[in-house]
């Protein structure tokens, strides 16, 4: 029942409340007719009092399909899937075409492990308007519950034509095919990075592949790039500890081979340049010398006309110049190489390795469009 009905019905109501006093003090002897007409407006009066109160209650329990989504997504953030799957199923009968409802249903089917209604509700907004890329990461994660591997990567390989730069899917369509030991993950991988740059996952997966590759220097620079943008991931530990392996791997020769065959400008450029600091290491690679290493090479880079823009170096750089870029590689090298060296280091240079933590949290790291160059 509509507003505007109601409010007639209390309008009536009250009026009734009015006249019903007057009346009886008006017809004080009624005659049958009166009477029967009395009895009537008395239950009149009933009825209508009946059908306020469930205009009311009606009112006031009554929520819309964006009012209960509202309370699904809590129960979710909750991880109470039980009680969003039934408001969501709710929802949808005031709002059956709605996708980002059914897209929380279906995640939340999939929470419960409940895959055969997870995979029938995502399978009913799949390649339809309102469908995103992330409709299709929930769809990615049903399949694989699953054990539908074939059918995951061909979903994957369908979304990518309609999402062609979205960096989650390149990522997650990587990591399918890296459990099944299909070297053709590292394709993805550079895709995701080269058309969605600002997207983290695909740098952690590249660093980690090149690292156990013959590359030197891809490993090293997806690697730092992916802790600037999850400086606090649980997974910084192993990306820092590669980093670290990373540099003694890079300089485990007298030369570094800059002609290498294969060699990108860039790289060429990149391992050009360490070759010229390669005496900074002598006595080893540790975080005192690699800081020292990696301040020549950005001084070195920005001082040469030809080097091409890359936002690592330029945030290494501002570092450099607002003096906390020693504390930067403490934080990068220093846990891993020797934690008690490390600590001892942060409490003789506190202010220092405050004011780094205070830039960092101050500023979200993105790499720049247009800069691929693998």
């Not at 060429?268 to 990696?294: D, F, P, W």
Request: net charge positive; with cysteine.
């Amino acid at each position: 029942m509509g507003r505007d009905v109601g409010e007639r019905i209390i309008f009536v109501f009250l009026i009734h409340q009015k006249i019903a006093p007057r009346y009886k003090s008006v017809v004080k002897k009624p005659t049958p007719v009166l009477q029967l007409s009395f009895f009537i407006f008395t239950m009149m009066k009933k009825i209508l009092t009946i059908v306020l109160c469930s205009l009311v209650c009606s009112l006031s329990y009554s929520q819309t399909a964006k009012e209960l989504h509202e309370t699904a997504k809590s129960f979710m953030r909750q991880g109470d899937h039980a009680n969003a799957i039934i408001v969501l199923n709710r929802a949808l009968l005031q709002a059956p075409n709605d996708a980002p409802m059914t897209k929380d249903l279906a995640l939340s089917y999939y929470f419960q492990r409940d895959n055969s209604n997870a995979l029938k509700t995502i399978n009913s907004v799949l390649d339809k308007d309102g469908s995103d890329d992330q409709t299709y990461q929930i769809a990615g994660l049903i399949y694989k519950q699953g054990n539908m591997v074939k059918d995951a990567e061909k979903m994957y390989k369908r979304a990518l034509k309609k999402f062609p730069n979205s960096g989650p899917l390149y990522n997650e369509l990587g990591e399918l095919q890296w459990q099944q030991q299909n070297f053709e993950a590292i394709k993805q991988w550079e895709k995701g990075i080269e058309t969605d740059p600002s997207y983290s996952k695909n740098y952690y997966n590249a660093s980690k592949y090149y690292y156990l590759s013959t590359d030197k220097v891809w490993g090293l620079l997806y690697g730092e790039i992916f802790l600037n943008m999850e400086p606090l991931s649980n997974k910084a530990p192993e990306i820092k500890e590669l980093l670290l392996d990373g540099y003694k791997k890079l300089f485990s020769t007298a030369s570094l081979d800059v002609n290498e065959k294969g060699n990108s400008p860039f790289v060429k450029a990149y391992l050009k340049n360490m070759n010229t600091q390669g005496n900074i290491v002598s006595s080893g690679i540790s975080a005192e010398t690699l800081s020292m290493l990696r301040t020549r090479f950005i001084l070195d880079w920005f001082n040469s006309p030809d080097s091409p823009s890359f936002r690592l170096f330029a945030h290494q750089q501002q570092l450099l110049r607002e003096g906390l870029f020693e504390a930067y590689n403490q934080w990068l090298f220093g846990s891993t190489q020797n934690l008690s060296a490390y600590q001892q280091w942060i409490n003789n240079h506190a202010t220092e390795y405050h004011e780094f933590l205070q830039f960092q949290k101050g500023r979200i790291f993105k790499m720049a469009s247009g800069e691929y160059y693998k």
